[in-house]
């Protein structure tokens, strides 16, 4: 049951119970004391009412007030290890299983959540989780069980005096059961203003060119800080709901100790009841609501934890991209069978079939938002289609684990990422392990040798974030350079080459035409002249294919391609 409350291991769960029962006999150990306290007070009083004869020695009531530390030192001692443990390595555990789950979710996932929310879950929630596994939870439990056992052991000595000590506390505990609501509510808005704020600075800092250039910088810092401002109105409402709750919860327990004094004392005066379990039970309340102090709390916390567990859980629950650890294709055709894909509930692709041989260029060719770009992650598994097939030699690529399959393949992105590093480093981020003479000789080869030639350490220079120090067209050769390394047996090319004035281009191609042979090839241009050479055209149009077939076929066919190309010729 632990296990799925608290979305748990296995060994978690048994640590845990492990860490519980350490808690309540540590807090059963610290009641003890009161039995010693007792015998003393017994012992004065006997003193003060005229009796000589000593109850207890008070050499024995040394030695056990020091045999009861010794056992309050070592449970105490055992407790705190335990659970400790439970929470830390617990929490490692979590993060692992969320980073090993982020490798295997398909990118579609990404997609639908930003960056901030899973952020947020890996490290916010885990690090709220081992605050309250290293505290509340075996604390909660540890309390409530010892309070069982001790109202037992009261009730049955005395039901009046006993019903006076444990009465406060379940009334406490409804109070916070019923603030609860509250209490999620004011949680999940503070994470969400939380992550807005977030999200508007990090995307003022992503676009303060655009905004600036327009003139709209002040007018988005406006829309930022009144962000910032709910922020802190919705954390002082979340501070506020279970504050209050607890508050009152800890006043009503007092109510314990009031209680008693007023029963106790009205029963002793009847004769119903003896000095000595007067002072006895008066004893018992004043110490027995002491760890229901910070139990409350705990409490509270517990339930704003329940918001976190439920993120973790979700992103747990996500589906994963599996598949066999080896791929037994046959050669490398990509092959499309009648796939459909939508993004969000959007059909993208419909219906689209058709194959891309081994040893040929084939283009995708198509107006803007047709699916190019969108078949090609397809082709690579990036997203998993929604009905049909994508075949790579034969093998469906949803049979084969993500890792394995990326391997056949070296893709130059229409959008490139380069990393805060090296032109070297991100060059050989290609193939893990290439010397710097094959890394040279890609970069080369991609004509990376001119431009890189004019920076301050050269191929040692630092590109800064995202490659914020180069232009366009020299991102792109270096996500060029990237593939001529890998080369792998099937490449993927998106407007590789779209950013590159004519000279470069050429220059590229040639490299390109090398590393190109006898490999499966899916290129997608806009301009006709980079796929005036390739063996095969795939026309797309709104998602499904208008026209195949080789670019002089598809020019006489005098169709969507015939008049994308004279769109292009016409303008020129
Ligand atoms: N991550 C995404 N989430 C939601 N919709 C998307 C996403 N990526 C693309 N789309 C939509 O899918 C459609 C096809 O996009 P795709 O990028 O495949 O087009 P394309 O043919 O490559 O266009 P372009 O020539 O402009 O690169 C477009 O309508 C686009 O708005
Ligand atoms: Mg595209």
Redesign the pocket.
């Known amino acids: 049951m632990l296990k799925k409350l608290f979305a748990l291991s296995d060994q978690g769960e048994r640590e845990l119970k492990h860490g519980i029962v350490a808690t309540t006999i540590g807090h059963l150990c610290i009641m003890a004391p009161i039995s010693l306290l007792m015998l003393v007070t017994m012992g004065l009083l006997n003193r003060l009412c005229g009796e000589t004869e000593l109850t207890m020695q008070p050499g024995v009531i040394v030695l056990m007030a020091a045999v009861l530390l010794l056992l309050i030192f070592i449970t105490q001692w055992v407790q705190y290890n335990l659970t400790y443990k439970v929470a830390y390595e617990e929490s490692a555990n979590r993060r692992i299983t969320l980073a090993e789950k982020l490798r295997r979710l398909p990118l579609a996932f990404f997609?639908q959540r930003d960056l901030s929310d899973l952020t947020t879950t890996m490290m916010g929630d885990c690090s709220k989780l081992e605050r309250i596994f290293s505290n509340a939870v075996p604390s909660l439990f540890g309390t409530v069980i010892m309070f069982v056992i001790v109202s037992v052991g009261l009730l049955i000595m005395d039901w009046r005096m006993g019903l006076c000590i444990v009465l406060p506390v379940p009334v406490a505990t409804l109070i916070l059961i019923a603030a609860r609501k509250a209490q999620t509510k004011a949680e999940s808005r503070n994470y969400d203003a939380h992550r807005a704020a977030y999200d508007g600075v990090q995307e003022y800092l992503d676009t303060i060119q655009e905004l600036r250039s327009a003139g709209l910088e002040q007018e988005y810092l406006d829309g930022v800080e009144k962000k910032l401002d709910y922020v802190v109105k919705c954390a002082f409402r979340n501070e506020l709901a279970p504050g209050t709750a607890v508050t009152l919860a800890q006043l009503t327990v007092r109510f314990g100790l009031v209680a008693v004094l007023l029963v106790g004392g009205l029963l002793v005066a009847q004769n119903m009841l003896s000095v000595n379990m007067f002072i006895l039970y008066l004893l018992v309340a004043g110490r027995v609501y002491e760890p229901f102090g910070s139990c409350f709390m705990l409490m509270a916390e517990l339930f704003s934890a329940f918001v976190s567990i439920e993120r973790t859980k979700k992103m747990e629950a996500t589906v994963e991209q599996t598949g066999q650890p080896v791929c037994k294709n046959n050669g490398y055709d990509i092959e499309f069978k009648d796939v459909s894909f939508s993004?969000?509930d959007?059909l993208?692709l419909n219906g689209i079939s058709f194959v891309a041989k081994q040893e040929q260029i084939t283009a995708l060719v198509?107006?803007?938002?047709?699916?190019?770009?969108?078949?090609s992650?397809l082709a690579a598994r990036f997203w998993d289609a929604d009905a049909g097939q994508v075949l790579l030699g034969g093998v469906d690529v949803t049979t084969v684990e993500p890792e394995t399959l990326f391997k056949n393949y070296a893709i130059v992105f229409?959008d490139v990422t380069l990393f805060d590093d090296s032109v070297m480093e991100n060059i050989r981020l290609g193939r893990a392990g290439a010397t710097d003479e094959e890394v040279l000789a890609a970069a080369r080869a991609a004509q990376c040798e001119e431009f890189v030639s004019r920076l301050p350490g050269g191929y040692y220079s630092n590109i800064g974030e995202n490659g914020c120090a180069l232009s366009g067209g020299e991102r792109q050769r270096i996500s060029i350079a990237r593939a001529i390394l890998k080369d792998a047996p099937v490449v993927i090319l998106?407007?590789a080459t779209a950013s590159m004035d004519a000279e470069n281009e050429n220059l590229v191609q040639q490299a390109l035409s090398v590393l190109l042979r006898g490999k499966t090839v899916l290129v997608?241009a806009?301009r006709m002249r980079t796929i005036a050479n390739v063996d095969k055209v795939v026309v797309?149009e709104q998602?499904r294919v208008a026209e195949t077939g080789t670019p002089e076929e598809l020019l006489n066919q005098k169709g969507l391609f015939y008049r994308l190309a004279e769109a292009q010729t016409v303008h020129r």
Not at 366 to 375: A, C, L, M
């Open positions: 997609g993004y969000n959007e993208v198509g107006p803007s938002g047709s699916g190019k770009s969108t078949v992650r229409q998106d407007e997608i806009h797309l998602g």
